[in-house]
Nanobody
Framework: QVQPVESGGGLVQAGGSLRLSCAAS????????MGWFRQAPGKEREFVAA????????NYADSVKGRFTISRDNAKNTVYLQMNSLKPEDAAVYYC???????????WGQGTEVTVSS
């Protein structure tokens, strides 16, 4: 079992960068797939990026491909989301999730808010 805790959100200007972190407690972090999701006001939660347990496989939503990078450091029980070239439409609450495999998201964090000013 893991408990994700997100950090790193904040206010950034359009075109800027931000790195989100998700620290997950639990000795089995390295066996979990990890994902990032986001939810903007009035919209449903949507998939952003995912990474498998080893970091050897990654997947991205089309809207963030080429701008966002997901990575993980199993020694630090942390997954990251590097966000570059941010757009106003990227503004949302970003959630980190963990699962036994990609797509089976069993554990969720509380979210961290990203605001992008135009």
């Amino acid at each position: 079992q893991v408990q994700p805790v997100e950090s790193g959100g904040g206010l950034v200007q359009a075109g800027g960068s931000l790195r989100l972190s998700c620290a997950a407690s639990g000795r089995t972090f390295g066996s979990y797939a990890m994902g990032w999701f986001r939810q903007a006001p009035g919209k449903e939660r949507e998939f952003v990026a995912a990474i498998n347990w080893s970091g050897g496989w990654r997947n991205y939503a089309d809207s963030v491909k080429g701008r966002f990078t997901i990575s993980r450091d199993n020694a630090k029980n942390t997954v990251y989301l590097q966000m570059n070239s941010l757009k106003p439409e990227d503004a949302a609450v970003y959630y980190c999730a963990a699962g036994g495999r990609v797509g089976d998201w069993d554990y969720w964090g509380q979210g961290t808010e990203v605001t992008v000013s135009s």
